[in-house]
DNA sequence: GTTCATTTGTTCGTATGTATC
DNA sequence: CGATACATACGAACAAATGAA
């Protein structure tokens, strides 16, 4: 099964073929088999597995989890086209998309705000902060904001359809475009944290979006965190849309976490 | 200087105000005020000062480093159009480019690359590992991948020019653009941060990207980590490249890190 | 290597205002 | 009205990290 005439380490060649493995969909269950499985399976002390599954790990390929297993890692994949679509792209991969709104205020501008929207400082401000998930898990929390006296009628309409897409249709905005995006990563403040409900050591991707409608006003801007262990964004280049990489498939170390209060799902 | 009126908490104020201040550009240095000079101007309590830098620090506007002060995080900015232009962008930020190449190797392609390069397996694969720096530090580790039969030429035209680009246009690839790119963040290896010189608690931000020719043909595969508190990304929404955010001021930190041996700059 | 000054990080304690029951 | 809980703000002291002498 190992190439015997070593011009690659054992370990390499088992993180190749296991690599090979997981992108081709075996281990349909999210599942790996437990190292001294493996171990047995390629002929080879259990040192050397952990050390290929070592490799995976830390190309996000595979998450290892102590005590529980390793499983395939099940990005939740969200493009970053011109529109935003998080929910179409769950939809997409078989998630089911839920939220919990945690307020719904009109404040007075901060400083960013204000300069993003073109606002004047201390002009009212819609905020929306909320936690997205998918299939019950935490992916993202994040702040949304609006002008406020265009958008006055925008509250009772989140509040009827859930969805900041369809109540801005509702207020007239029959289409919007992300305007300019910046992306980086951080840990996150001890908040951000719970909300995800993630390890304060882990890492999460923080996007600021700016979104405008078609007249190429600037109607939102998002401050949105998203889980780093869950998530990862794909930029299509061309026009083609094709799908590569991780195939996501079964299910992940199950779903531990009790399901918090979602209102729309 | 603080509204009397406390429509808003100190903190709060505070807050709004040095992110004023940082985007505005003072603090040119890079430098903020230290805790107890931020406390004895605004007349507050150092504990007022550290939660409103807390926010801040939370939002990546600045970067607090314990026995050093806090800084005006600079944050390198990418621009993720439709060519990859590293070097341009940073020099565009006025930050000196520069790369220490590890490795430059004709190998087996693995399993990942040739599929993303559409070879058969086990085709011949050139492949490059370099660190990226500016301003002599570093930013990001990669490794590149080219179909080694049609590249042949490409390890003598990157010896002499030192980059990919002006060696691929060696080679007779007047022009490259992205295809696909998928971003996700997790944290490092340990080969990983000790190349970023960055702490294995810090995250990064992982970029795999592949490039293809004119033709639409695949022609290089990337695997980069960024160093995640010294890079972000920027996503151009529509066709303004309009600039927002930080302005990009001052010296960070300063360079406490011995400058390695740098080929190219 | 040791010492020292500087700066942030942490943990006590205290007091006040505000919302809720 | 009181009782309680919570966020805000101040004061003091010590711990930990860093850089330089």
């Not at 960013?112 to 299939?135: H, K």
């Not at 509250?155 to 801005?168: C, E, R, V």
Request: net charge positive.
């Amino acid at each position: 099964m190992l190439d015997p005439e070593k011009r690659l380490t054992l370990w390499r060649q088992i993180a190749d073929r296991l690599a090979e493995e997981v992108t081709a969909g075996r281990f349909g269950d999210g599942r790996l088999p437990t190292e001294p499985q493996l171990a047995a399976r390629f002929g080879v002390n259990r040192h050397t597995i952990r050390r290929a599954i070592g490799v995976l790990a830390d190309q996000g390929l595979i998450t290892v989890e102590q005590g529980l297993g390793t499983f395939v890692a099940r990005h939740l994949e969200y493009v970053l086209g011109r529109r935003p679509r998080f929910d179409a792209d769950l939809r997409s991969q078989g998630r089911e998309p839920g939220r919990c709104v945690l307020s719904v205020a009109t404040i007075e501008a901060d400083p960013a705000t204000a300069r993003d929207l073109r606002l004047n400082r201390s002009a009212p401000v819609l905020q929306i902060e909320m936690i997205a998930y998918a299939d019950g898990v935490a992916v993202s929390y994040g702040i949304h904001s609006f002008p406020a006296r265009r958008f006055a009628a925008l509250p009772n309409a989140f509040a009827d359809t859930n969805s900041i897409t369809a109540a801005l249709v509702r207020c007239g905005v029959t289409d919007h475009t992300r305007e300019v995006t910046r992306l980086l990563t951080r840990l996150p403040s001890e908040r951000e944290a719970r909300y995800l409900e993630q390890a304060l050591s882990r890492p999460v991707l923080q996007a600021e979006a700016i979104n405008a409608d078609l007249a190429n006003v600037r109607i939102q801007r998002s401050l949105v965190v998203f889980a780093g262990d869950r998530v990862q964004f794909r930029l299509a280049g061309g026009s083609t849309g094709e799908t590569i990489g991780r195939p996501g498939s079964g299910a992940q170390p199950a779903n531990r976490r009790p399901s918090p209060a979602i209102i729309g799902g």
